[in-house]
């Protein structure tokens, strides 16, 4: 056999008194995809940095040889002219990695014009080439765009024209469709393995795929690794290790499935939130001349009516721009609506005033996507959950809201410890439990869980997913839940509705709907999920 493209030999990297990476040995041949799982924290992510030495404040020890060469050893100016020609990187959030402040053109032709000395104009072609090669439709227009114009999936497109700008050797991609829908999610995994095979054909471009996600696993690598705790615990082909995996841990992280978790609503249940021909709308801009005298108007949400039970969960599904987010924001009476109404406990929102205004935000709570841009690095856990009760319970003197803290962080299962800790000092699966702790501790009626598992790995999120059942029942709350995983809705939703361009095409209990669809794009969005 040849030798590898590239060969970890017994890697560690240590950042101070932890070892985040523990021996590990990893080759990737030429032509190769290779995937490398494991949970938040188990170092899988630090191997892939490591290869490319974007790892700062780290001692690393082992060998990283690419091409029969070892990195480690490498200036940091040799490096550069690897990092992004030869070896080329997918992160996870794209709108994080790509600069707000360019076009993504400018951003995709720069790469080129480093690494392969083009022109500025031949950088702009290329880069219109490579956008077109990824799918995204009018190049030619979007290549000035930049990355707040365009969606979730078109920027995680750009991305990979980015990183097959220079026609690498190496494709290292960080956990590439973690936070997309089902059906761009199931575009991308076509477009990476259609691409992977045009190139490894050409120059045997291998891929080292990061992921939590077991499906993307299966549909798209040839071998698995699979890493707990910064020390590789089983290697394989990808389908033996799905058929008979040998370590517990493995066998764990295959067993962890959503499991249904619905417990019947009670025939006298109350209606706790009522949405009737729910419209929002937006001014926008006509195209062509007219459009600077007169206005059209954007439909984000259309005359959607739904309601919520006590007790009971209702699932929104959909994809990017089908206005469940705005939806939500308009429930939370955060959102103006231009039509129709939105109700709590039979009153409209928009009746509220004054205190009863502040009374009806602690009944009505969120817990959003990514609890680290949603929780202040600046405050401590006590005071993140605390802060509520503060404007909302202010008979309630320092020791007995700290007590109040206490209760509902081991509520959500974390100890009197995480008190004095802030956000960053907690892994994802903990951030989110702090997250719910701080809408719990009002005592709320209502839940709005906007995509609150989508970052999560799987066996974290099925802890969440527990959790949030166990909280339901236990405090008997209505919770109204928004994801793009079908697999989550079908273990937590007693009924769902799906959102199509602001409309709902299709709304009942989640076993019908889920095992006779009646409207084509409900049928869409489960064949995505059963092939992502």
Not at 131 to 138: F, K, M, N, S, V
Not at 218 to 237: D, I, Q, T, Y
Not at 323 to 339: C, D, E, P, V, Y
Request: hydrophobic fraction near 40%; glycine fraction near 8%; aromatic fraction near 4%.
């Amino acid at each position: 056999m040849s030798a590898p493209l590239l060969s970890i030999d017994n890697l560690r990297v240590r950042f101070g008194d932890t070892l985040a990476v523990d021996g590990v040995s990893l080759d990737v041949r030429a032509g190769e995809r290779v995937a490398l799982v494991g949970e938040s924290g188990s170092g899988k992510s630090v191997t892939a940095l490591s290869v490319l030495r974007l790892v700062r404040d780290a001692e690393m020890t082992g060998a990283i040889r690419f091409g029969g060469e070892d990195l480690l050893a490498k200036s940091e100016r040799e490096m550069r002219g690897l990092r992004g020609s030869d070896i080329a990187m997918i992160f996870q959030e794209p709108m994080t990695a790509l600069n707000p402040l360019y076009t993504v053109g400018d951003q995709i032709g720069e790469t080129i014009q480093l690494h392969d000395g083009a022109t500025p104009r031949q950088g702009r072609e290329r880069a219109i080439a490579l956008l077109a090669r990824t799918g995204i439709t009018e190049p030619e227009r979007r290549v000035d765009s930049y990355p707040h114009q365009l969606s979730g999936g078109q920027r995680q497109r750009v991305m990979i024209a980015m990183a097959l700008a220079c026609r690498p050797r190496l494709l290292l991609a960080d956990e590439p469709t973690t936070a997309l829908d089902v059906t761009i999610r199931a575009q991308i995994v076509e477009l990476l393995l259609e691409l992977q095979r045009d190139e490894a054909e050409k120059r045997g471009m291998a891929v080292l795929l990061i992921t939590h996600d077991l499906n993307l696993v299966r549909r798209f690598a040839e071998r698995v690794a699979v890493m707990e705790k910064g020390v590789l615990v089983e290697s394989g082909a990808v389908d033996a290790i799905f058929e008979s995996p040998q370590h517990p841990y493995t066998q764990r992280l295959l067993n962890s499935r959503p499991e249904r978790r619905v417990l019947p609503v009670l025939p006298i249940a109350p209606v706790l939130l009522d949405a009737k021909d729910v419209r929002v709308d937006y001014p926008t801009r006509l195209p062509g001349f007219q459009g600077w005298f007169r206005r059209g108007r954007f439909k984000a949400v259309d005359d959607v009516t739904l309601s919520v039970r006590q007790g009971e969960t209702l699932g929104i599904v959909g994809e990017s721009g089908s206005g469940k987010s705005t939806l939500a924001m308009a429930l939370l009476g955060l959102q103006r609506i231009s039509h129709g109404s939105v109700q709590f406990q039979g009153r409209a929102l928009g009746d509220f005033r004054g205190r009863e205004k502040t009374v009806l935000r602690s009944k009505l709570q969120v817990v959003f996507q990514d609890p680290f841009s949603s929780l202040s690095p600046r405050q401590t856990v006590e005071r993140i959950v605390g802060e509520g009760l503060a404007l909302h319970r202010p008979e309630l003197d320092a020791a007995a809201r700290r007590a109040k803290v206490i209760a509902v962080l081991r509520e959500v299962g974390l100890d009197r410890t995480a008190l004095t800790r802030y956000p960053h000092e907690f892994s994802g699966g903990q951030r989110q439990r702090i997250a719910i702790a701080r809408a719990l501790v009002l005592e709320p009626s209502i839940l709005i869980l906007d995509e609150p598992t989508s970052a999560l790995d799987v066996s974290i999120q099925t802890q969440v997913l527990a959790l949030l059942a166990d909280i339901q029942k236990k405090h008997n709350l209505g919770y109204v839940f928004i994801s793009h995983d079908l697999q989550v809705i079908g273990a937590m939703a007693h009924r769902v509705a799906v959102m199509r361009d602001g409309n709902v095409v299709e709304a009942g209990e989640v076993e019908k709907i889920f095992a006779n669809p009646s409207d084509e794009y409900t049928r869409k969005l489960l064949a995505a999920a059963l092939n992502s």
